[in-house]
């Protein structure tokens, strides 16, 4: 298409592929050969003869040389210096390419938040059972029908007793899901730094709460049914108090977003941070 | 051989082209190889569609706004649904994506055109007759002299229903070539962009220094090149069990309906990821232009789109959850329906990430983004709850699938479609598209889409089945549906305004300039609209924002990657 003799400022055409209806003519020339199945056979004989011509056309165009065409050459355009000069941040090390966020939590602050919630909500949940239905197991059994169709449709007095299969799948399912929503909370609140503690134990509870609060009669209406809501938003509100809570009160780390691979990765990589540093613009 | 070859050399492009006369300007849009003028007539061949299919989606709303009405025929209606959400698949997402991944690759890799520009041209012919084919339907669809009888057999004709049995005429012979041929043009596209991405950078452009919408074009490229192929093999089969008897799909004569079902969302479900992951694109280059900022996440975001293109893949059995596969399957399809959630979820925050701590200009391009962002997260949350086989049970085939699969279509596709139309379009014209009705579009076209298919979810969780012509009154679904149908009037407005904007400002538009959005990409270094050479000197780049380092060369980025 171009070679080097085009390369530089003195060039003053460039060599561009010629247009051509070639191509054209042979997409007609499929389609009415398909056409054909559909309509005459007639149809199909024109299309398979405007392929063939169209196929020899474009032959023609690319082989032994191909078609060119040349065009006049208007002078580069020079990309103007910006007229606003370039703030830097006062905060990061990195000058004005801080990485937001600058600093993000560990991941086991998730995991330990989630953990922290959840011995919390499971502890309300239980006085929650005993209160309204004089049984501690009622919550937990009620949480582990979500897995055991049996349990969805047993009486309260089977509610109300121990059963130790319901007590696993109930131990693993919020278990679970606490730490998974824990984990989130570690991701989530470097993003709202001005309120955490409202983001974590209102906004977030009251937005996963009214979703289920929606969806849950289509999920498991059985669930819908024994779900005491008054109950349930108080234990998601204890969550996530106690979940943001020790997530935010752990120390922060800088995010390793700047970092080359290598380091990330542990690999011994001798040169990569002094030359990184070496590189930075002096303020 | 080489002197019988036409030399021709055009003085100025541009005083050339305006002293033809009109059939002569059309001429030289038709022998065209050139990737802009193909890229545009892509997309210009796309709108064009997505209006005829848009007033056929209106027109089966209008039936739907009230119970009982009997404003279209149910075979009418059968046929508007068919015809509708194949236009939309084939003949306007794929196209006005594709379109501008053809416009836009070249210039942003620094190359004068794509790697094979007369296969361009081919590609882009071949979807257009193609395309023409399916709405010939309308005319011969009982053969060149027969009476009209569009395709009804459902954009994902599920078989035995297209056996020769059960749908008569050439109605359905007209979909299956229609799609088997902009298919083929569209592998054609695939080919292109993937030989031209890793053949044709400029000098500098590693594959770490590509821009992320460049990076998505190879993947989505990659995609097309592997799930297409199995389309074109089951329209080929199918069409062997209509025409020569084989039965393939024949349930009646032992052939698998399932079968149809396997081949079919084996392509289906990329099909999305191919659509959406140009949205994703466009998204990347225009949120941090907006936000002022670079992209947060670079590397992240590349490897969660591959993630994303390999996972899907593996997933195109959760639209299969009822047929009544083995609990294995169902389980494992669920699960790896779940795992999408992941490099999404990562590109979600990712973009936020670039928006958090920038300095935001809530231009148009911007304000469509946002939207999309909000409503790729309503999808994505709606496609994990489906990804669920015993809530899928409930309710697949319900308007639940539709509202949440129109969410990811318009809410997400569309709408990057205009953020990168009204960003693109100042490179592509040399004009601006006007600021005030831009706005009215996005409110408009917001609220119509929100009225439209937020109400839809509704009537899926009561149980309204999709592909009906109709229902009776007293179950709840009366005022949801005259809701839903009240904004598509909304956004008819919508688009109608945006159609003035297009015509008014390539009429009398504000002169856009080489680079109004201040932005860093390859493309807003040349003129606008770009000279057909692309670029006098082929550039040399050092970064991914190598505008950046040619205004700020006090401080470029390449000290910094």
Not at chain 1, 176 to 205: D, H
Not at chain 2, 32 to 48: A, C, E, F, Q, S
Request: charged residues 15%.
């Amino acid at each position: 298409m171009d070679d080097e003799r085009n390369r530089g400022h003195e060039q003053t055409v460039i060599e561009m592929p010629a247009p051509t209806a070639w191509p054209m003519l042979m997409a007609v020339g499929l389609t009415l050969s398909f056409a054909g199945l559909v309509t005459s056979v007639a149809v199909t004989i024109v299309g398979i003869v405007f392929t063939i011509v169209g196929i020899v056309g474009w032959f023609g165009e690319v082989l032994p040389v191909e078609h060119t065409e040349s065009i006049a050459v208007t002078p580069a355009l020079e990309v103007p210096r910006a007229k606003v000069a370039v703030a830097y941040l006062e905060v990061g090390e990195m000058g004005h390419r801080a990485v937001l966020p600058l600093e993000i939590y560990p991941y086991r602050a998730g995991i330990k938040g989630g953990i922290a919630g959840g011995v919390v909500m499971a502890a309300l949940a239980v006085v929650h059972g005993m209160i309204l239905h004089g049984s501690p197991w009622y919550t937990i059994n009620i949480l582990a029908a979500t897995g055991m169709a049996d349990l969805a449709n047993a009486n309260a007095a089977t509610l109300s007793s121990f059963i130790p299969s319901a007590f696993i799948v109930a131990l693993v399912i919020h278990g679970v899901a606490s730490i998974l929503i824990g984990l989130l909370y570690g991701v989530l609140l470097p993003m709202a730094p001005r309120y955490p503690a409202f983001f974590a134990a209102i906004v977030a509870p009251l937005l996963w709460t009214g979703l289920l609060w929606a969806s849950l009669s289509v999920i498991n209406p059985v669930l819908d049914a024994r779900i005491e809501w008054r109950w349930f938003i108080l234990c998601q509100i204890a969550f996530g108090a106690v979940a943001g809570y020790v997530v935010d009160r752990t120390e922060k780390v800088r995010t390793l977003q700047h970092l080359p691979f290598a380091v990330r990765s542990g690999i011994e990589s001798p040169g990569i941070m002094r030359e990184r540093i070496e590189r930075e613009p002096e303020k | 051989m080489a002197g019988s070859i036409e030399h021709r050399i055009a003085l100025s492009a541009e005083s050339d082209h305006a002293s033809l006369p009109i059939l002569g300007r059309a001429h030289e849009w038709v022998v065209t190889v050139d990737h802009k003028r193909l890229g545009l007539m892509y997309i210009g061949g796309g709108l064009v569609f997505f209006l005829i299919a848009g007033l056929q989606a209106a027109t089966m709303r209008l039936q739907l706004a009230i119970p009982n009405a009997g404003i279209i025929a149910p075979q009418v209606f059968n046929r508007l649904l068919t015809v509708h959400g194949t236009a939309m698949v084939f003949l306007v997402g794929m196209p006005i994506l594709t379109g501008f991944l053809n416009y836009l690759v070249p210039l942003m890799i620094g190359a004068r055109d794509l790697a094979f520009p007369r296969l361009n041209a081919f590609g882009f012919w071949l979807w257009l007759f193609g395309s023409l084919l399916l709405y010939f339907s309308y005319i011969g669809g009982d053969g060149l002299y027969g009476a009209g009888s569009a395709p009804d057999v459902g954009w994902f004709a599920y078989a035995p229903l297209t056996e020769r049995a059960f749908s008569r005429g050439n109605s359905t012979d007209y979909w299956i070539l229609s799609i088997l041929l902009t298919s083929v043009g569209s592998t054609a596209t695939a080919i292109n962009l993937l030989t031209s991405i890793f053949c044709m950078r400029c000098e500098g452009m590693t594959l770490r220094k590509m821009p992320v919408l460049v990076w998505l074009a190879a993947v989505v490229s990659f995609l097309m090149c592997v799930v297409l192929p199995p389309l074109s093999a089951a329209q080929a089969m199918l069409l062997l069990d209509r025409f020569l008897g084989a039965h393939f799909f024949d349930t009646q004569a032992g052939g698998s309906a399932i079968l149809w079902q396997h081949f079919f969302w084996i392509f289906g479900h990329p099909e999305v990821y191919v659509l959406v992951l140009p949205a994703f694109a466009f998204a990347n280059e225009i949120i941090p232009v907006f936000s002022r900022k670079v992209i947060f996440g670079y590397s992240v975001m590349v490897a969660a789109s591959c993630a994303l293109a390999f996972i899907s893949l593996g997933v195109w059995a959760h639209h299969m959850f009822s047929v009544g596969m083995a609990p294995a399957g169902n389980a494992f399809f669920a699960a790896s329906t779940m795992l999408v959630s992941i490099p999404t979820g990562i590109k979600i925050f990712n973009w936020i990430g670039t928006m958090w701590g920038g300095k935001i200009r809530f231009r148009i391009p911007m304000m469509f983004s946002v939207g999309f962002l909000a409503q790729f997260l309503i999808a994505g949350l709606t496609g994990i709850m489906l990804a669920v086989a015993p809530f899928d049970w409930q309710l697949t085939d319900t308007y639940f699938v539709v509202a949440h699969f129109h969410y990811v279509l318009i809410g997400a596709i569309v709408f990057m479609i205009f953020a990168a139309i009204y960003y693109w379009f100042p490179k592509a014209t040399g004009k601006m598209l006007g600021e005030r009705l831009g706005k009215w579009h996005f409110w408009l076209f917001l609220i119509g889409f929100h009225m439209t298919f937020d109400t839809l979810h509704f009537a899926g969780l009561r149980g309204m089945p999709r592909r009906i012509y109709t229902y009776q009154p007293g179950r709840g679904l009366d005022t949801i549906n005259l809701i839903a149908s009240i904004g598509v009037i909304f956004q008819a407005a919508g688009i109608l305004m945006f159609l003035i904007n297009v015509i008014r400002s390539l009429r009398s538009g504000k002169p856009a300039g080489d680079d109004p959005w201040d932005a860093w990409t390859l493309e807003w270094s040349t003129s606008s609209p770009p000279p057909e050479y692309n670029f006098a000197e082929l550039p040399v780049v050092r970064s991914r924002r190598p505008l950046w380092d040619l205004k700020h060369p006090e401080d470029p980025d390449w000290k910094y990657e």
